[in-house]
């Protein structure tokens, strides 16, 4: 059974587990989207917009987790996410499961917020998964499109419209559910007011702002991403603009966390990490 401390571990599992490396990452791949004149933010600023974009991605996953522990609670057997099309194309399913009688699938977001593009893409999505699923389970099987946050219904109607067109083919049930809609499908209302009563404790422990200093905590830190792959810090270091323009000071403000990383390049006895500790130690006298 699901309770309070396991809701917490999932959702920070998702959101904050390994951010300090994926931020990185990001920085070295994608460094156009943090650097450059032509933007009207400080680096602080940029980071700090990015981390909570990221945010709100992971949350989606977390949410995917939360939903599967209920639906064991609730006694349904969790079936493969991960299907092969007879082209061989790969779906993941959000949810799938079954109570040895039917099998349900079901499509899952936390807003219906979607443009008129991502809402065509949506159903097309659903569809496809639909066809694929119904090869083998026919009319024991059940499909539902869920939006979790029921305050967002920007495209019901035509989400009904839509599903009501793919039952003319398919015969089978086809279903659209906005918060708590889904909970009463599955008969247990409850668990939607614990999710809500959870999540609104888990968001009152969070801080304000996000900490984009990896020098609040250099040891920390350094544990998380002295393991980052080379072709990454190679990325970071090369790249004088991040320094520059303040990026890398606004992740290390004191570079407390940069001299760790330093010493530990210094102990490492391969090419590769003897050429990062030489730029490394040239980034900081410069810019330290």
């Known amino acids: 059974m699901m309770d309070y401390s396991k809701f917490c571990e999932i959702l920070n599992k998702h959101i904050f587990e390994g951010e300090k490396r994926e931020l990185l990452k990001k920085v070295a791949d994608r460094p156009e989207r943090f650097i450059g004149l032509f933007r009207p933010s400080k680096p602080g600023t940029k980071i700090l917009q990015h981390l909570l974009q990221s945010h709100e991605i992971r949350f989606g996953d977390a949410l995917e987790e939360l939903i599967e522990e209920i639906l064991k609670d609730l006694g349904y057997s969790i079936l493969p996410k991960s299907i092969t099309t007879g082209n061989g194309e790969q779906l993941s399913l959000d949810q799938f499961f079954t109570n040895g009688k039917n099998y349900y699938f079901i499509e899952q977001k936390i807003r219906d917020d979607h443009d008129s593009t991502k809402k065509r893409g949506q159903i097309a999505n659903f569809e496809a998964k639909l ?3 119904f090869k083998t389970y026919k009319n024991k099987l059940i499909g539902i499109m869920y939006f979790i946050d029921p305050d967002l219904v920007k495209n019901k ?22 918060g708590k809609e889904l909970f009463e499908f599955l008969k247990s209302p409850e668990y939607w007011e614990r999710l809500l009563d959870w999540l609104t404790l888990w968001k009152e422990s969070l801080p304000e702002i996000p900490e984009i200093n990896f020098d609040t905590d ?7 991403i002295k393991d980052l792959e080379i072709r990454y810090w190679r990325k970071l270091l090369e790249n004088k603009k991040l320094w520059e323009e303040g990026i890398i000071k606004a992740i290390f403000r004191s570079g407390e966390t940069l001299r760790l990383i330093l010493n530990y390049f210094t102990t490492q006895v391969s090419a ?4 990062l500790s030489k730029l490394l130690k040239e980034r900081l006298e410069e810019y330290y």
Do not use: A, G
């Open 131 to 133: 066809e694929e699923l």
């Open 218 to 224: 250099p040891q920390d830190s350094f544990e998380e």
């Open 272 to 275: 590769p990490y003897q050429k």
């Open 157 to 178: 109607n035509f989400y009904i419209s839509e599903l009501n067109r793919l039952n003319e083919y398919y015969k089978v049930p086809l279903y659209l559910f906005y």
